[in-house]
């Protein structure tokens, strides 16, 4: 077992002010370690999207303490954790989030760019994260020119061309049909199995956590259940 | 990374033709007047100053009559003598020259062709006075002036309607009732301020004139040029008091006659000429700012328009600095690219406006220059806030925005 790559100690995440006042998150203490793969489930309200936003490091506690990768990531700034995400967090969300009218190679080598790595070394990473997600011969092509699956592929091929150490996806499926469902949640599965890739992903669908390892459930703002399934995998 | 940005910005400008077009045509019409104005005014001005070394340089020139005012008309009164020429020429042995001359309106006659013509009587002075040199043949000499001998020199209209562009020296023309035979061609001089030809002249012994053509004795006009580096403002006191003295007129009595600075005159001209440019300038410099407030307005738009976008580039690692330069760049390439039209628009204009009012067209690299780095700095302070807005947005807002 490696060290805890994520551990939320006591958090709290407080909006609005006096008799307005809403506590998303309610002293969540939770840890993640190296290569699991969890879902997050909950109702909407139940602050597991929030919980996201600080795992993900968009967004810091009100109180206690996030440490990602045994640093306290909750202290840091915004540009300090725009280069933790850009270095250590892959991103992929429901409705995809690719720049339009933009190809599917140029979407991928996005975070490079961010990270100053040349042109050449950057098609060459982005043709090998297309790979991955098996869309080779798509590269050229636009969001547009791509159905719900292949652009979530493009997505996923996004958040794992800098090899990061954590997948954040935020309902991946939610805009798909099952059969895509089943095509992306197997990929997942496959990189996290073969690539050791961490993945925490939210859903509310309970067989797309099925392919998920641990299964945790808010509600109120703080964890109700965390179940390991069986073995399916081992962590 | 910079060209990279660049490439990105030019994508987006082309991805928004008609729109950038709209936002550009401000910076365009604001560089465009700015260019126009300015070369058009150097033009102007270096046409002003060339008009004044035509006149000849540090020339007095003195004409009977009172000084009249703005709006006023001369009036005329005793014309000079060979005393008042001759007290002048005693009394100013350092001047560059001091000629007299007499002017009229007359027919010239060659062959069967014929055309009105100034028509100057004078001295061999005033070849010196008013700087005019001679192309072809030779000026008069000091005993035709004196005989009033029947030559004269033509100018380049005179040639033109007589002997095209033939040699017409040793050829006799008829003035009023004179016979002249040409013995020189003058200098061009072209077109005065006042639109007056220039070269439509012809020049003979002032004696000669005053005998057959003006038929009287006047001298209507004596020219004084000072020497090089001599103050023409001391030569004018010096040139009253010896007048006043000739033409005996007592202490407090007003001048009979006039003494015109004509390098005063066109000086102050060319500094009008100057100051006009400049306002105008400044006035077209007002559309440019109105055009970097186009600018600013469009990426404003811009960013909100690609909120979600810029969610995107935060969530997977760009720095602030990154989305600012972007659209800072952005907001800077469309300018830039108004400023690049809005140059050779306004060159345009002015080469046109040059070659409607025959002035010259010589535009000032500098002056390029400074539209080129005054556009894209238009666009950097416009397109400054705009793109901080954008860089300071919340990952997770901007995402979630619709």
Same mark, same amino acid.
């Given at each position: ?7 939320f100690?006591?958090v ?9 006042e ?9 840890t ?21 936003n600080?795992?993900?490091c ?5 109180s ?42 140029e ?27 098996g869309?080779?011969?798509?590269? =050229? ?7 719900g699956?292949?652009q979530?592929?493009v ?9 990061? =150490?954590l ?10 049909? =099952? ?20 993945i ?20 109120d703002?703080n964890i109700?259940?965390?179940v ?8 | 990374?910079?060209l ?7 994508r ?5 033709? %008609? ?13 465009a ?6 070369? /058009? ?7 002003v ?10 020339? %007095?020139?003195v004409?009977?009559?009172a000084p009249a ?17 001759a ?8 001047a ?45 000499s ?10 004269? %020199? ?66 209507e ?43 005063? /005159? ?9 100051a ?5 300038g400044?006035?077209a ?47 800077t ?7 690049? %039209?809005?140059?050779?628009?306004g ?5 046109? !406006? ?30 400054f806030?705009? !793109? ?15």
């Amino acid at each position: 077992m490696s060290a805890p790559l994520i551990r939320f100690d006591n958090v709290w995440k407080t909006y609005g002010h006096g008799e307005a006042e809403v506590n998303a998150l309610a002293g969540v203490n939770l840890t993640i370690s190296q290569g699991e793969f969890v879902a997050i489930m909950g109702p909407s309200g139940s602050g597991k999207s929030t919980a996201m936003n600080i795992i993900g490091c968009l967004d810091t506690p009100s109180s206690g303490r996030y440490d990602f990768l045994g640093a306290d990531a909750g202290a840091l700034d915004r540009g300090r954790r725009a280069l933790l995400r850009n270095l250590y967090i892959g991103f992929v969300f429901q409705g995809y989030n690719l720049l339009p009218r933009t190809t599917a190679l140029e979407n991928v080598e996005l975070p490079l760019v961010y990270r100053g790595i040349p042109a050449r070394q950057r098609h060459d990473m982005g043709m090998a994260a297309l790979d991955k997600v098996g869309l080779i011969g798509r590269e =050229t092509h636009t969001p547009a020119e791509l159905s719900g699956g292949q652009q979530q592929r493009v997505a996923i091929a996004r958040a794992i061309v800098t090899n990061p =150490t954590l997948l954040v996806a935020d309902e991946p499926t939610g805009n798909l049909d =099952t059969a895509r469902t089943h095509e992306i949640m197997e990929l997942l599965t496959d990189l996290n199995i073969e690539q050791g890739l961490t993945i925490a992903l939210v859903t509310h669908e309970v067989e797309v956590a099925a392919f998920a390892a641990r299964n945790i459930f808010f509600r109120d703002g703080n964890i109700e259940s965390d179940v390991m399934l069986g073995a399916r995998h081992a962590a | 990374m910079l060209l990279e940005t660049i490439r990105l910005a030019l994508r987006s400008v082309r991805r928004n033709a %008609l729109r950038s077009i709209l936002t550009l045509l401000g910076i365009v019409i604001g560089v465009a007047a700015v260019i126009a104005m300015l070369t /058009i005014g150097a033009g102007t001005t270096a046409k002003v100053k060339a008009d004044i070394a035509k006149l000849g340089s540090n020339l %007095l020139i003195v004409r009977p009559g009172a000084p009249a005012g703005p709006g006023q008309q001369q009036i005329n009164s005793r014309s000079f003598t060979d005393k008042d020429l001759a007290a002048l020429a005693r009394e100013i042995p350092d001047a560059k020259a001091i000629s007299a001359g007499a002017q009229k309106s007359v027919k010239v006659v060659y062959g069967t062709e014929s055309l009105t013509a100034q028509i100057t009587g004078t001295d061999t002075g005033y070849f010196r006075a008013r700087d005019l040199g001679v192309t072809l043949g030779r000026e008069f000499s000091d005993s035709e002036v004196r005989g009033g001998a029947g030559v004269c %020199l033509i100018g380049e209209t005179v040639r033109k309607q007589f002997f095209g562009s033939g040699d017409p020296l040793s050829t006799s023309i008829r003035i009023g009732r004179m016979n002249c035979s040409v013995i020189g061609l003058l200098e061009t001089k072209g077109f005065s301020q006042f639109g007056q030809d220039q070269d439509n002249v012809v020049l003979m012994p002032l004696a000669g004139f005053q005998r057959r053509v003006a038929g009287n004795n006047d001298i209507e006009t004596i020219y004084v040029a000072a020497k090089e580096g001599e103050s023409t403002a001391d030569m004018q006191v010096l040139v009253e008091d010896i007048l006043r003295d000739t033409r005996r007129i007592a202490p407090g009595r007003e001048d009979d006659f006039s003494v015109r600075d004509l390098t005063q /005159i066109a000086s102050a001209m060319a500094s009008t000429t100057a100051a006009m440019t400049g306002m105008l300038g400044a006035v077209a410099a007002i559309s440019l700012l109105v055009g970097g407030i186009g600018i600013m307005n469009i990426m404003l738009v811009s960013v909100t328009e690609r909120t979600r976008k810029i969610g995107i580039r935060l969530a997977i690692g760009a720095q602030e600095h990154d989305i600012l330069t972007q659209f800072l760049v952005e907001a800077t390439v469309l300018s830039l690219i108004g400023g690049l %039209l809005g140059i050779a628009l306004g060159l345009g204009l002015a080469l046109l !406006a040059s070659n409607t009012m025959s002035i010259p067209f010589d535009p000032s690299p500098l002056v390029i220059a400074f539209a080129v780095a005054f556009s894209a700095l238009i666009g950097t302070v416009f397109g400054f806030f705009p !793109a901080l807005r954008g860089a300071r947005l919340d990952p997770i807002d901007a995402l979630r925005h619709e």
